[in-house]
């Protein structure tokens, strides 16, 4: 999914996956192993009954040293192989967003994950916007974390 043009803060990544899109899609869009993979997310619940389609909500639970949090998130882009793009604070908000698109390349998949900010959640509203600009740079790292641990487990799932 294309980021908005009125963005106030974005990272981005690349990594080739040995695996099919389809196989590194049905992993990013494991909500509960995500926490396998990433260094600040705990996994997820998807709630009313969904199933990650687009519209779904879900519960994404996240940790950053002693700080606990869990965030109302929504599904804005569900095409297996393709795309798995949702937003915290739902659609509507048009807050904290992050991407999954997959590829088709010689390897077996270019998965790019993506992270933008239209909006700042509320509890950065009220931080300097130094601490916000901190927090934007440190989201590469953890993007380029959670990608090669896809990556891992892909190839070690679907090799």
């Not at 294309?2 to 494991?30: F, G, K, M």
């Not at 705990?42 to 940790?63: A, E, I, L």
């Not at 795309?83 to 590829?103: C, L, P």
């Amino acid at each position: 999914m294309e980021r908005a043009a009125d963005v106030i803060a974005h990272q981005e990544a690349s990594i080739e996956v040995a695996a099919s899109p389809e196989a590194v899609y049905d992993l990013v869009s494991d909500l509960a192993r995500m926490a396998d993979w990433s260094p600040e997310s705990t996994g997820g619940s998807w709630r009313d009954g969904g199933t990650g389609q687009v519209g779904d909500f879900f519960d994404g639970s996240n940790k950053a040293g002693d700080f606990e949090w869990v965030r109302e998130v929504q599904v804005a882009a569900a095409d297996r192989g393709r795309d798995f793009t949702f937003v915290a604070g739902g659609v509507e908000n048009n807050r904290t967003w992050w991407s999954y698109e997959m590829v088709p390349s010689g390897a077996g998949t270019t998965l790019t994950e993506k992270w933008w900010v239209v909006n700042k959640p509320p509890v950065w509203v009220e931080r300097p916007h130094d601490q916000f600009l901190e927090r934007a740079e440190a989201t590469l790292g953890m993007i380029e974390t959670t990608l090669a641990a896809i990556k891992a487990t892909a190839e070690a799932e679907n090799g």
